[in-house]
């Protein structure tokens, strides 16, 4: 062992710290999300909170945390109840893409949680959308947008706020700083 390998490890304190509260966020919210949301009366369409999730890292903590989050919580998910497509690392990959160049060439002194919920909302529509289309392999009913989408966007759209505050919180912890606002 020579002088430069003392005192290295593979992973600093910092990372074994996000991967276990990112972890640790992602089983309780993927958990709900596949498990407890959908046997629910209240909530007419499951809400995809793990969006929600990924949305708040990005901001918080930056996109590559975001980025090793969404393949991780994507693979999770598929896990844990998916349909047989199991395209969830893909659709949270490309969100998390999708929202960082949003934030750096469209909101880049704007950008807040509250004010990319709408493009996040409206991605997860268009994902569903698409899931829909390839499931049925017909374009969908019209109704789909009332019955489906819009439930499903007010359900996310909710049930994300509490989740930003959580990872919010965790950032304090993770000693991650953003310039991002609520």
Same mark, same amino acid.
């Given at each position: 062992?020579?002088?430069?390998?003392?005192?290295?490890?593979?992973?600093?304190?910092?990372?074994?710290?996000?991967?276990?509260?990112?972890?640790?966020?992602?089983?309780?919210?993927?958990?709900?999300?596949?498990?407890?949301?959908?046997?629910?009366?209240?909530?007419?369409?499951?809400?995809?909170?793990?969006?929600?999730?990924?949305?708040?890292?990005?901001?918080?903590?930056?996109?590559?945390?975001?980025?090793?989050?969404?393949? #991780?919580?994507?693979? +999770?998910? =598929?896990? &844990?109840?998916?349909?047989?497509? $199991?395209?969830?690392? *893909?659709?949270?990959? %490309?969100?998390?893409?999708?929202?960082?160049?949003?934030?750096?060439?469209?909101?880049?002194?704007?950008?807040?949680?509250?004010?990319?919920?709408?493009?996040?909302?409206?991605?997860?529509?268009?994902?569903?959308?698409?899931?829909?289309?390839?499931?049925?392999?017909?374009?969908? #009913?019209?109704?789909? +947008?009332? =019955?489906? &989408?819009?439930?499903?966007?007010? $359900?996310?759209?909710? *049930?994300?706020?509490? %989740?930003?505050?959580?990872?919010?919180?965790?950032?304090?912890?993770?000693?991650?700083?953003?310039?991002?606002?609520?």
């Amino acid at each position: 062992m020579n002088k430069r390998d003392t005192g290295r490890s593979l992973f600093s304190q910092n990372t074994v710290k996000r991967i276990l509260i990112y972890g640790i966020i992602t089983l309780v919210l993927a958990s709900a999300q596949c498990a407890f949301f959908p046997i629910l009366d209240i909530c007419p369409r499951t809400p995809d909170l793990i969006m929600g999730m990924l949305l708040a890292i990005a901001l918080l903590d930056g996109e590559k945390s975001a980025a090793v989050c969404a393949v #991780a919580a994507g693979f +999770f998910i =598929d896990a &844990l109840g998916s349909s047989f497509l $199991a395209l969830s690392p *893909l659709i949270y990959l %490309v969100f998390v893409a999708f929202i960082s160049i949003f934030t750096k060439k469209v909101l880049k002194s704007l950008a807040s949680y509250l004010l990319l919920l709408m493009p996040m909302l409206v991605y997860r529509a268009a994902a569903t959308y698409l899931c829909i289309l390839i499931t049925e392999g017909t374009l969908p #009913a019209p109704w789909v +947008f009332v =019955d489906i &989408l819009l439930p499903e966007a007010i $359900a996310t759209g909710l *049930l994300c706020i509490p %989740v930003y505050f959580i990872l919010k919180l965790c950032s304090g912890a993770l000693l991650t700083h953003s310039r991002f606002t609520f």
